[in-house]
């Protein structure tokens, strides 16, 4: 009924930058908030960042002043701007919507947690 699709992954040296898209298609009424987790090699999926439909953000402090998350509502889309990456900053990315959406027989639905399938990260010299 909904999918959540990013793209701007890809491999960038120590100290650049990356801007991730993600774009919620389908019947969506209303969208909640949106965000970017991550998850690296061996380690737990961890939130990186989220902002709800009033423009409230949230960051980790592994990412303040480095990364920053906005929105184009209209578009039903979140970025993620990613700047002075560094190693620690691989992993696969993966958007998030809490959002509402309608069914084939116009059933108001709410789902929490979509995902996306992840884009690629990679930062190294």
């Known amino acids: 009924q909904v999918q959540l699709v990013e793209s701007g992954g890809g491999w960038v040296q120590p100290g650049g930058s990356l801007r991730l898209s993600c774009v919620a298609a389908g019947r969506i009424l209303r969208i909640y908030d949106m965000g970017w987790y991550r998850q690296a090699p061996g380690k737990q999926r961890e939130l990186v960042a989220h902002i709800t439909s009033d423009g409230t953000s949230y960051y980790a402090d592994s990412v303040k002043g480095r990364f920053a998350i906005s929105t184009d509502s209209p578009k039903k889309m979140v970025y993620l701007q990613m700047n002075s990456l560094n190693p620690e900053d691989t992993a696969v990315y993966y958007c998030?919507?809490?959002?509402?959406?309608?069914?084939?027989?116009?059933?108001?639905?709410?789902?929490?947690?979509?995902w996306g399938q992840g884009t690629q990260v990679t930062v190294s010299s």
């Open positions: 998030h919507a809490d959002l509402q959406y309608y069914t084939a027989d116009y059933i108001s639905m709410r789902e929490k947690d979509s």
